[in-house]
């Protein structure tokens, strides 16, 4: 589609107008008063009917979902309105994308036919996120037309916006009338003094104001945005970025002072930088966080709320499951060249199947956890497992490009995070060198779960202390996880292996572009 063809929407088929399915009436999110199921892999739990109607299948918001359905970013706002010491405006932002460039930057003519194209042809693309490359809210107008284009063609996908707050107040009641129902707001501070060492300045009443006052200016605009966006039940999420010897102490402050305020979801994620970045951080050497140090962290926060563990740091023009990156297939270009056939009815008849195998994985890791009752033991283990999605170990170790961690216990199992490697796999030969790299990235772990993997690698693993583990190929993973963690305990028992600790693993820095 041409720019400024506003014309392009209006000729495309939508075979079923309904209402939205993300109701207008807000919700009972529990708030600033306690910790709730969200983001967890334990379902509904105590949330209300509301809540987990707005989670259930948001990728971002249920660690759950986002084995099952993707989401989406259109890149319609390239303008920001402050500067943060670890953003090159030639990269995505980082609030909410890894550094890579975005593609295309689209009118929201373009982005709303994009929707559409996606939508036609991933029925379980449940979320539209507008993340980018800039702040949505600097570039309000072209924000909330595009949100208002896809409301009206596609009105089962959730609209969900990203910002680092300075223009939230101005804009609360727009998002509420616009029932934009998932909010997420970058804040790396309450303390205008930790401020000073990530903001060079904000551009705020058409005014540049640099050292505390910018971070005082952002802090407060922030936190009351928070306070109005979650008097109005729209679900907050929070983004905190861990900068190692600036704010990573004063992170658990800023946890305190979200969840005071009824943030729903807290996620810390590691500083990416690297001098190739160009950023301020890059250039002068600023570390991120390793695998533990972002761990301790996260578990540190975890008794004060929920934390979002499956962040993948996505680009501001990102499509499909958190993880996996389609966005080459839907390039303007392409899009104006498919048929769109926007489909409610079809895409909910799918989200129902996708509902029933989500539930057959929650009832089969639940069959396996009742067989764990009454074992003690305080031990606990991580495992890296190769997937493609679903819920089930179903990649092989060559082609994985990220791994997902999980924690197991006598409690049970528990998604902590994710680690991207190189592929081992190098379209049809072993890339010796990458297994380094994926040793070192899962070196915290016992045993890696894959549905196949070669003598070499198997080695090369078993040398360096994990385990590669195949015989659960294409099982459910933590249903897999939990008998493994019993097969575990036993051999310890009896000996057989020593309960020793892992060491700690890298948290891969620089672009990864799909
Ligand atoms: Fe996009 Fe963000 Fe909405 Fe998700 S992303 S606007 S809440 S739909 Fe998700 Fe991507 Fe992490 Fe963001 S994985 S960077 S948290
Ligand atoms: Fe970059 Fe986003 Fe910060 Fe703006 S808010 S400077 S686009 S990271």
Request: aromatic letters at 6%; charged letters at 25%; hydrophobic letters at 35%.
């Amino acid at each position: 589609m041409e720019p400024g063809n506003h014309n392009a929407i209006a000729q495309l088929r939508v075979m079923h107008p309904a209402t939205r399915v993300s109701g207008a009436n807000g919700c009972s999110s529990k708030g600033g008063n306690g910790k709730s199921s969200c983001g967890s892999s334990a379902g509904q739990g105590d949330l209300s009917p509301k809540v987990w109607e707005k989670i259930k299948n948001h990728p971002c918001y249920s660690e759950e979902a986002h084995h099952h359905y993707a989401r989406m970013h259109v890149a319609v706002a390239p303008a920001c309105n402050i500067q943060c010491n670890f953003c090159n405006r030639k990269y995505d932002c980082s609030n909410e994308s890894r550094p890579g460039v975005v593609s295309e930057r689209l009118l929201p003519e373009q982005a709303a036919r994009k929707v559409l194209a996606v939508a036609s042809t991933i029925p379980q693309m449940t979320v539209l996120g507008i993340a980018g490359p800039g702040d949505p809210l600097a570039n309000a107008e072209k924000t909330f037309r595009t949100f208002e284009l896809v409301a009206q063609t596609a009105p089962d996908i959730k609209l969900c916006l990203s910002t680092n707050g300075l223009m939230l107040p101005d804009y609360v009641d727009k998002i509420a009338a616009m029932n934009i129902d998932h909010v997420t707001i970058t804040i790396n501070m309450v303390d205008p003094h930790v401020g000073v060492r990530i903001y060079p300045w904000v551009f705020y009443n058409h005014k540049r104001h640099t050292g505390v006052e910018a971070s005082r200016i952002l802090s407060e605009r922030q936190l009351l945005g928070l306070e109005m966006l979650t008097a109005r039940d729209i679900l907050c999420k929070v983004n905190s970025v861990m900068i190692p010897g600036i704010n990573d102490r004063h992170l658990v402050a800023v946890n305190k002072a979200v969840k005071s305020r009824g943030a729903f979801l807290h996620n810390i994620m590691p500083l990416i930088s690297a001098p190739e970045h160009g950023t301020v951080f890059g250039l002068n050497g600023q570390r991120g966080p390793t695998a533990q140090e972002l761990k301790l962290l996260q578990d540190s926060c975890e008794g004060e709320m929920q934390m979002m563990r499956h962040c993948r740091q996505c680009r501001a023009d990102a499509v499909g499951l958190l993880g996996e990156d389609r966005s080459a297939e839907f390039t303007t270009e392409k899009v104006m060249g498919m048929e769109v056939n926007y489909d409610l009815a079809s895409r909910q008849a799918y989200q129902e199947k996708v509902e029933m195998k989500r539930q057959a994985v929650v009832a089969a890791r639940n069959v396996e956890l009742a067989t764990l009752a009454g074992e003690q033991s305080d031990l606990s283990i991580l495992i890296a497992v190769a997937t493609k999605g679903g819920g089930r170990i179903n990649e092989h170790f060559g082609h994985a490009r990220e791994f997902h961690i999980y924690e197991v216990s006598t409690a049970g199992s528990k998604f902590v995070g994710h680690r991207r490697v190189d592929n081992y796999c190098q379209g049809g030969y072993a890339e010796e060198d990458s297994l380094e790299t994926v040793v070192r990235a899962i070196n915290d772990c016992r045993a890696v779960f894959v549905a196949r993997i070669g003598s070499c690698p198997r080695e090369g693993l078993t040398s360096a202390g994990i385990e590669p583990v195949d015989r659960f190929a294409l099982e459910y993973i933590e249903q897999s996880a939990i008998a493994y963690f019993k097969e575990y305990l036993e051999r310890v028992r009896s000996g057989e292996v020593e309960p020793s600790q892992r060491g700690d693993a890298d948290i891969r820095q620089g672009a990864l572009i799909a």
